[in-house]
Each structure stands twice: as structure tokens, then as C-alpha cells.
């Protein structure tokens, strides 16, 4: 893969076939970066990211404002393992307490041994607690992870005894 080396103040930033590589780490996926609004941050740009500067590579997440992080999410369900990729990104309120929580969808691979190369999902939700930060809970990232497709994860997490989960 070609990569493209350009200079701006001080930052360089390296260009590549699947995003932008910035300096001070990680790969930006321009495709599942988007503009939003959520409780507690105002109008923000949900920014995502796979940095594979040290090994496998981990999915980041962060909330940026006039091109500044304001907030970075916490670790990633794929993280676990290696993430592979970032299939999808939903804003919408899982748990029904009036904030936008984050959906995440990810594929991600072990790396060792004769299925190592096979992605499967690892997804996460990030709920919203409304005290400016954004919290997991593991039991509902496995439970997310069974599914590919949004609305069917969505509808599975309505129906289910976390429906109502309200993390710290």
C-alpha cells in the first residue's frame, strides 16, 4: 500500500487506502466519522479510528469539536481481540432515557490459530449517562455482538432484560 507523507503544522499525517493514518495515532475511517448531537457534549463529530501502530489493531472512538478531542470513549468490545473493522455506526436511545447512546459495530479476528483470519462481530453499545462520559456494560456487548445488521440489534436489545439498563 502506498502511503503519502504531508506536512501540516507540525502534524504529519500519512494518507492511505482505507482512511487518513494520523501522527499521533490511528488510522481515521472517514466513512463511519459523523456530525451528531448528544446530551451532555452538544454538536460534536463522533470520530472513529483503528490504530495499529503496536500490533493488532484497536478500534478508538472520540468526540471532537474545532478539530479537538473532548472525549475519547472507552476501550471497544473488538478490542478484546484484534478489530478488523468498523461496519456501522448508529446514534439512538437503547435504554429509553431520553439520551442518544452509541452503537458500534465492528468484525473482528483472533489472529491465532487455523480460524485466526475469520472476522466475527464484536459490537458495542455506549450508553450515555448524561454526566459527560459514556459507559459499557460486557454482558450487553456479548448480547449486540450475536447480531450484523442494526435494526435487528436494536430490536433484540428492546426485548430483552437490558432494555431498561442504566450504567453509571
Not at 463529530?45 to 478500534?59: A, H, T
Not at 475519547?72 to 455506526?89: G, L, M, Q, V, Y
Request: glycine share 12%; net charge positive.
Amino acid at each position: 500500500m502506498s502511503r503519502i507523507v504531508i506536512g501540516l503544522i507540525g502534524i504529519a499525517v500519512l494518507v492511505t487506502l482505507t482512511g487518513v493514518a494520523l501522527a499521533e495515532g490511528g488510522t481515521l475511517i472517514g466513512k463511519q466519522s459523523f456530525d451528531t448531537e448528544l446530551a451532555g457534549f452538544g454538536k460534536v463529530r463522533f470520530v472513529s479510528l483503528i490504530d495499529d501502530r503496536s500490533g493488532p489493531g484497536k478500534c478508538r472512538f472520540e468526540l471532537r469539536r474545532g478539530g479537538l478531542t473532548v472525549y475519547r470513549f472507552p476501550k471497544a468490545h473488538a478490542n478484546d481481540w484484534s478489530c478488523w473493522e468498523i461496519t456501522a455506526i448508529a446514534f439512538a436511545d437503547v435504554n429509553g432515557d431520553g439520551r442518544k447512546d452509541v452503537i458500534v459495530m465492528a468484525k473482528a479476528i483472533t489472529g491465532i490459530g487455523p480460524t485466526g483470519a475469520r472476522t466475527f462481530n464484536a459490537n458495542t453499545i455506549y450508553y450515555n449517562t448524561g454526566k459527560g462520559r459514556f459507559a459499557t456494560v460486557a454482558v450487553v456487548n456479548e448480547l449486540a455482538s450475536k447480531y450484523d445488521h442494526i435494526g435487528k440489534l436494536k430490536r433484540a436489545l428492546a426485548k430483552s432484560p437490558y432494555a431498561s439498563i442504566k450504567p453509571r
